[in-house]
């Protein structure tokens, strides 16, 4: 972010900031756009748009395509559009059973990647991993692009390790892991800012700049993995809470299930027992399907879903009755228009369950009440690895509220205890 140029106030400069980033927005949702184009949808004028778009030029994140006339009458216009080389990001997506280390170009492109189908091992072996791939994945960068890189954008769930039990993994393995602030260990090892976000709201961000967000401005979005994570997209900005936690979907109560799988388990009355990969995962053994280990997961998914009536159903059927009473939840509270789910899973479970919990949100709507659009995220499994790239790229460049009150808001303070002087 650029400092307040002298002579000028701070409004000024954060309102001129705000609309630079706000032209950007609209750039990435529209593809490409005339200047007329872009002063229509930012409510600005022709002179104002002129102005940011030289100075957005000469930053290198707007490239000029062209006069284009398409038909119309009159002067053709010249089209722009985002350069991809503008900026570029790396992501870093830990999880408890896979580790990605990703390159990512202004336009949401990966460009290469790590990955490590390993049980995450202790903080320092990781880092060792990790930074190894950092350092990597910068030298694919030219000399010339490589001071366009914004940062690495990490990516966990907090509290690495709990739900240990639920998700089969071994205690001692992750016992460090909530001491550590492995966000600093990483800038440290790199030297390259780093920062850190909560898996679920990473990917909802990835969802917010290249997926849903190019069309919509509030949705709730859910992420069946593992676990269950989401995030909530307000207003263009992502909904973090006072410990970044606003979207933990995995704790919330959940009426009693009708799985015999789920009625003794200890964590039986929240959401993550109902939907998550694992609950999946646990249901099936209990139905006698062989599934001789996770990394195995997709593989016995697919050989299982052929029956209308058997394990997998069964359990999309108890899945879909426990999201509908989360769903609900969420949206009378925060009354978001469009639901988001998307899944390490695809083809016609996925479908299945977004198909089945359309249903049942009709049915289970309270009177007056219309229920949100359910749409399938655009992702998939590369979810929580473009949403890490995505948080360098959405701090540095969204049009975010917090810019024009001089707070920088949350996602500042978060950054501040890991961000180079």
């Not at 492995?182 to 440290?188: G, I, P, R, V, Y």
């Not at 009755?321 to 469009?338: E, G, H, K, N, Y």
């Not at 969204?398 to 978060?414: H, K, N, Q, V």
Request: hydrophobic share 45%; aromatic share 6%.
């Amino acid at each position: 972010m650029r400092p307040v140029r002298s002579g000028q106030g701070a409004n000024s400069a954060q309102l001129r900031q705000f609309n630079e980033r706000a032209v950007l927005q609209y750039l990435r949702r529209l593809g490409e756009a005339s200047k007329a184009d872009l002063a229509r949808a930012a409510g600005l004028t022709n002179n104002a748009i002129g102005m940011l778009i030289r100075e957005l030029e000469e930053l290198g994140l707007v490239r000029d395509l062209g006069k284009k006339r398409e038909g119309r009458r009159g002067q053709p216009a010249t089209l722009l559009s985002l350069d991809p080389r503008g900026a570029f990001s790396i992501g870093v997506r830990l999880d408890r059973g896979r580790t990605e280390v990703v390159l990512c170009d202004f336009n949401g492109t990966l460009l290469a990647r790590h990955s490590h189908e390993i049980v995450l091992p202790p903080p320092e072996e990781a880092l060792e991993i990790v930074a190894g791939d950092v350092r990597h994945l910068i030298t694919r960068l030219s000399d010339e692009d490589r001071p366009r890189l914004t940062g690495i954008g990490l990516a966990q769930p907090f509290n690495l390790g709990a739900w240990l039990r639920e998700l089969e993994l071994p205690r001692e393995t992750f016992a460090r892991w909530d001491e550590v602030d492995f966000a600093a260990m990483l800038q440290d090892a790199t030297g390259v800012e780093v920062f850190l976000e909560n898996d679920g709201n990473a990917a909802a961000i990835a969802e917010l700049l290249y997926g849903t967000g190019r069309e919509e401005d509030d949705f709730l979005y859910l992420f069946i993995g593992p676990a269950i994570g989401g995030g909530i997209v307000l207003g263009g900005d992502c909904l973090r809470g006072a410990h970044g936690n606003a979207a933990d979907v995995a704790v919330m109560p959940v009426p009693p299930s009708e799985l015999a799988s789920v009625r003794d388990h200890p964590l039986g009355d929240i959401l993550i027992a109902r939907a998550s990969l694992n609950s999946l995962f646990r249901h099936l053994r209990w139905s006698g399907v062989a599934v001789p280990d996770q990394t195995a997961f997709a593989t016995t998914v697919a050989a299982a879903s052929g029956r209308a009536d058997g394990p997998v159903a069964e359990w999309i059927e108890d899945c879909v009755a426990a999201l509908s009473v989360s769903v609900r939840s969420i949206v009378a509270t925060i009354d978001v228009p469009t639901v988001v789910i998307d899944s390490d899973l695809h083809g016609w479970v996925l479908d299945a369950i977004v198909t089945r919990l359309t249903e049942r949100l009709a049915a289970d709507m309270a009177e007056a009440r219309t229920p949100p659009r359910l749409v399938h995220g655009r992702f998939g499994s590369d979810a929580g690895a473009l949403g890490a790239a995505a948080v360098p790229l959405f701090f540095n460049f969204a049009p975010r509220s917090s810019l024009l009150t001089g707070a920088g808001g949350a996602y500042a303070e978060e950054a501040k205890h890991v961000a180079a002087e």
